[in-house]
């Protein structure tokens, strides 16, 4: 079975830095497409960043939402079943709980898409304030 662990979440600063990081375990990384989502209260879900899997054959693929784009990267670390979320410029509106994502079968055209994702994690929150 699959399970994700978020961590990395902190209380920063505008302007400053985070890298999230998602543990993924129960299956081999290389075979599972990876998205980070947030959500902030009184917001929906919104996808941040993905990163394709061997599975879709379109492997080291990766995708951002506009907000985010230039600001953050995602990365993955096989040996270390890891994907990581690297965040800098940091903005209040980035405050939000950040949850990682995992599914084989990932349409690259769809992947911001909540429902695309079967596993989960418990999510870590990101707080972006003076």
């Known amino acids: 079975q699959v399970q994700l662990v978020e961590s990395g979440g902190a209380l920063v600063q505008p302007g400053g830095s985070l890298r999230l990081s998602c543990l993924v375990s129960?299956?081999?990384?290389?075979?599972?497409?990876i998205a980070w989502f947030r959500q902030a209260p009184g917001k929906e879900r919104e996808g941040v960043s993905y990163?394709?899997?061997?599975?879709?054959?379109?492997?080291?693929?990766?995708r951002y939402g506009n907000s985010v784009k230039g600001r953050f990267t995602i990365s993955r670390d096989i040996a270390k079943n890891t994907v990581y979320l690297q965040m800098n410029s940091l903005r209040p509106e980035d405050t939000a709980i950040y949850y990682c994502?995992?599914?084989?079968?990932?349409?690259?055209?769809?992947?911001?898409?909540?429902?695309?994702?079967?596993?989960w994690g418990q999510g870590t929150q990101v707080t972006v304030s003076s």
């Open positions: 994502a995992a599914d084989k079968f990932v349409r690259g055209d769809s992947w911001w898409v909540r429902d695309e994702y079967d596993f």
């Open positions: 129960g299956v081999t990384l290389d075979y599972y497409s």
């Open positions: 990163i394709d899997s061997l599975t879709n054959s379109r492997y080291g693929t990766t």
